[in-house]
């Protein structure tokens, strides 16, 4: 794996003011269920893969192939989708039914990598001001949310898998179709920022949030999630280590 370190702060594709809230807007989209019913997801879509463009420009060549690599990844899982598989949860009677089926199918593998990006934006460029700032906003969404949904299951067990009462339950921020890829694709996300992160309180913190987000996805019976939260996790862990006996591990692991 590529080794993060952060670039001289005079650099002119530092993060700016504006830059910063447009990460903390993706987090609130991804985090908080019901923001993605209040907020067109094409829109967001469009803002994502412009920011992407403009990302690839700003970060050194060798982390740009990497994300142009993960978004031709994104295409062509996307593709297949879109060939081999059908979608219950859109009426095939709409106009553009094909189009709004490859649309949905892409918006979900796209913001499956988007954490990453902006972590490899926010570790080059960002201050540690900045790091601990989108840190702490993380986690008091998540909690948030994780905490609202808890209240909700106690009372209705199986109402995070009402699918068909998105609406009404996202009031309540009761976990959504949505939040399932946003959490698959925090969570992997967060395992490489410990791997970076020299101190130990601060790997600590960070493990005890995997841990109640795997608590959390439990409760709430989300098992796609965990499994691509996982896999994720161990195909990392086999990238980014020479050692051939755990190499062996992951590969009977997956």
Request: proline fraction near 2%.
């Amino acid at each position: 794996m590529i080794s993060f370190n952060r670039l001289d702060k005079t650099h002119k594709f530092k993060i700016s003011i504006v830059e910063l809230c447009f990460m903390i807007y993706c987090l609130w989209y991804y985090i908080i269920p019901s923001a993605s019913f209040s907020t067109n997801y094409i829109a967001v879509l469009g803002l994502c893969l412009i920011y992407i463009v403009i990302i690839i420009r700003c970060i050194p060549s060798t982390y740009a192939r990497e994300i142009g690599k993960l978004f031709v990844a994104a295409l062509i899982i996307t593709i297949s989708y879109w060939l081999f598989t059908n979608t219950a949860t859109i009426n095939r009677s709409v106009s553009h039914y094909e189009l709004k089926r490859f649309i949905s199918k892409f918006q979900q593998v796209v913001f499956g990598i988007f954490p990453l990006l902006l972590f490899v934006r926010l570790k080059l460029y960002g201050t540690k001001k900045q790091e601990i700032l989108i840190l702490l906003v993380f986690c008091i969404m998540f909690i948030y949310t994780m905490f609202n949904t808890w209240n909700e299951l106690s009372v209705n067990e199986v109402a995070s898998r009402s699918w068909e009462n998105f609406e009404e339950m996202s009031e309540s921020n009761v976990g959504t179709y949505g939040f399932i890829y946003a959490t698959s694709a925090l969570i992997p996300t967060i395992i490489i920022v410990i791997s970076y992160i020299r101190k130990l309180v601060g790997k600590i913190f960070l493990i005890v949030i995997v841990i109640a987000m795997y608590a959390f996805l439990l409760k709430a019976q989300y098992t796609l999630a965990i499994l691509i939260a996982s896999i994720c996790i161990v195909l990392f862990v086999f990238l980014s280590t020479r050692n051939t006996f755990i190499k062996i591990l992951v590969i009977l692991t997956i």
